[in-house]
């Protein structure tokens, strides 16, 4: 299994320009979660996914948008760039059940600068 | 809502000695998950150790364990003969077991470890 892939790696983006993070899980999770964690910080919740079809807000959503059309991939996207947006930003899920105590497996990562 | 901190920003330990990274955290829920991740150089979030806040035993992972505290809603994390490899930011987080499931983080701890 690969677990969760993002890509890209890194990215630098110009003020005002958009862009899709993609994220593909292969282990069959339905909760899908996206995060961004600035310099120094925690993770935020951007975003989570309790199954295909089913998204809804975390803590930080502005500026951001989900869809989930399968259970295996989940993208992010950013409509309108801002320096804000700055942030290292982390793909996740989990299966949620009982028995696997909810741990979260992780992407990379990928590193977003808006310039 | 449920609050999780880490007041200690940065921790240093001696290789070999033993080194506690506390986190406390505040919910109304009975039952839960708490969890310890590491995050080396690399970004990768990695699960340390985890938690059912049903079970009274504190989790135990080869040189990692914790002391949880459920009445004083703490949980601290304990790394046995430090190693160079365990330098690394340390993230608390809860997951609740009602509703979505997501994942509430601490802001981390850094661990230096000193030869």
């Known amino acids: 299994n690969a677990g969760v892939t993002q890509t890209p790696k890194f990215r630098i983006l110009k003020i005002g320009q958009s862009m899709t993070l993609q994220c593909t899980q292969d282990?069959?999770?339905?909760?899908m979660y996206w995060y961004r964690q600035d310099p120094g910080m925690g993770l935020k919740l951007i975003y989570y996914s309790v199954g295909a079809g089913i998204t809804d807000k975390g803590e930080v959503p502005n500026g951001y948008n989900v869809s989930r059309s399968t259970t295996e991939d989940f993208p992010l996207r950013l409509e309108l760039a801002a320096p804000s947006q700055t942030s290292v930003y982390f793909c996740a899920s989990s299966s949620a059940g009982a028995i696997q105590g909810h741990e979260q497996y992780f992407g990379p990562g990928t590193r977003l600068t808006v310039t | 809502a449920q609050t999780v901190t880490q007041s200690q920003p940065e921790m240093s330990v001696q290789e070999a000695e033993t080194v506690t990274l506390s986190c406390t955290y505040d919910?109304?829920?009975?039952?839960?998950?708490l969890f310890w991740y590491k995050q080396p150089p690399s970004r990768q979030m990695i699960l340390v150790i985890r938690q059912e806040a049903y079970k009274q035993q504190n989790a135990t992972e080869n040189r990692f364990s914790v002391n949880f505290q459920k009445a004083a809603k703490s949980f601290s994390l304990k790394i046995s003969d430090s190693q160079l490899g365990d330098a690394a930011m340390y993230f608390c987080a809860y997951s609740g077991t009602s509703g979505t499931y997501k994942y509430i983080f601490g802001t981390g701890t850094r661990l230096k470890v000193l030869a």
């Open positions: 919910t109304s829920e009975s039952d839960y998950y």
């Open positions: 282990m069959n999770h339905n909760y």
